[in-house]
């Protein structure tokens, strides 16, 4: 006997949900996994969030030290996809090791690492220890289970202070504290692994200033204490939490009098490793094949022509398989012009007052983009006012 069973009448809705589904579904990437480290904190979760979307799988590495243990939730409630968490400590070798027994990973996204340039001047020798150990923990694993993609969290302040504006990759390196440099020994263990292996392919991203949240306003940047960095402690100011905003130093050599600097959106900046991601895809795609793109062939050529430069050729042709890409805007905002979007977007005036320059810090910064543009495709699209709009909603529904 056949059943008489009503089919429910599919709505408008149902049939756009469809077709949203099957875009994305067109755009899954092989069910690709990736290794987040640091994956709960400020760009580790928003690169979570970009790359599930994309339909990449995520396997996030945190020990929760300077994150919440809810952030992957809050991750799977954005994109409705799973989001595996594991609670691992990078400085402990034997479970991180574990970790890569129990997974097959494609490629890892090392972010994990401690980021307060004060502290870090107060105690060295856990900034070495902690970033050090953690990474060099990590390579060994990734060494031990023939995973050898990865794209690293770098700095703009791998940059030498005594570089003009605005910075371009091939500037000398070198740092003024010892959490900078955790991040230029960093690229240059992983600079001299991938010349000795070439199976190696790393790509280090240096990011300028990221703020911003993302725009539900369930994920964004959680300092803990008084912040150190400007935007949080604006925001903090917004939401009445602390009473004035201190702009340190208004007589720079710059159009208002205070400090400017590179600020991205944080999704921009978790875009950007997507692309990265897709052009270390590409690298493997191109090694697989053992062909020379069009673009190798003309760097190769190019550099053959200046036989003078021939240091300079050889190390461009070994670092092929690791590569260095700034990732800003390419613009600079002051911290006035940043105070005045906040206020914009929170609807009221902030009180500010004028202090003394704090140590260590530059007038301007700001990047030069033109490889990341030209070579991973890659533009940041948010503005100023958006940053500032998303960072407020974040500080409205934080915990
Ligand atoms: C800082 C770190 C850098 C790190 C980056 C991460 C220092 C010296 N550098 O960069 O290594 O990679 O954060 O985002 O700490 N400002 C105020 N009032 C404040 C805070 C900051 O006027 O309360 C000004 C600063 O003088 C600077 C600008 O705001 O001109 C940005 O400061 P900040 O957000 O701390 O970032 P950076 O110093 O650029």
Known sequence: MIENRTIPERSIDDNVTDLLMANRDASRSDNKTILLTGGAGFIGSHTAVVLLDRGYDVVLLDNFSNSKRDVPARIEKITDRSCICEEVDLTDEAAVATVFNKYDFDAVIHFAGIKSVGESVEKPLEYYDNNL??????????????????????????????????????????????????????????????????????????????????ESGLIGEEPQGIPNNLLPYVAKVAAGDLPEIRIFGDDYDTPDGSGVRDYIHVM????????????????????????????????????????????????????????????????????????????????????????????????????????????????????????????????????
């Open 133 to 214: 150990t953690g990474t060099i923990n990590l390579l060994k694993a990734m060494n031990a289970s023939d995973v050898k993609n990865l794209i690293f969290s770098s700095s703009a302040t791998v940059y030498r202070q005594d570089n003009p504006v605005p910075y371009y990759e091939n500037y000398p390196l070198g740092a003024t504290n010892p959490y900078g440099w955790t991040k230029v020994i960093i690229e240059r263990i992983l600079t001299d692994m991938g010349a000795v292996d070439h199976a190696w392919r790393v790509i280090m991203l240096r990011y300028f200033n990221p703020i911003g949240a993302h």
């Open 268 to 399: 921009d900046l978790a875009e950007g490793h997507l692309v990265a991601m897709e052009y270390l895809r590409r690298m493997i795609d191109r090694d697989n094949k053992k062909e020379i793109t069009e673009k190798d062939a003309c760097s190769v050529a190019s550099l053959t022509e200046n036989s003078s430069a021939t240091d300079e050729k050889e190390r461009r042709l070994k670092d092929l398989n690791v590569r260095a890409f700034n990732i800003g805007t390419g613009k600079g905002t002051s911290v006035k012009e940043i105070i005045a979007a906040f206020e914009r977007a929170c609807g009221k005036e902030l009180s500010k007052a004028a202090y003394p320059r704090r140590p260590g810090d530059l007038a301007t910064v700001y990047a030069d983009t033109s490889l990341a543009e030209k070579e991973l495709g890659f533009k940041a699209r948010r503005g100023i006012d958006e940053m500032c709009i998303d960072s407020w909603r974040w500080q409205q529904t934080a915990r």
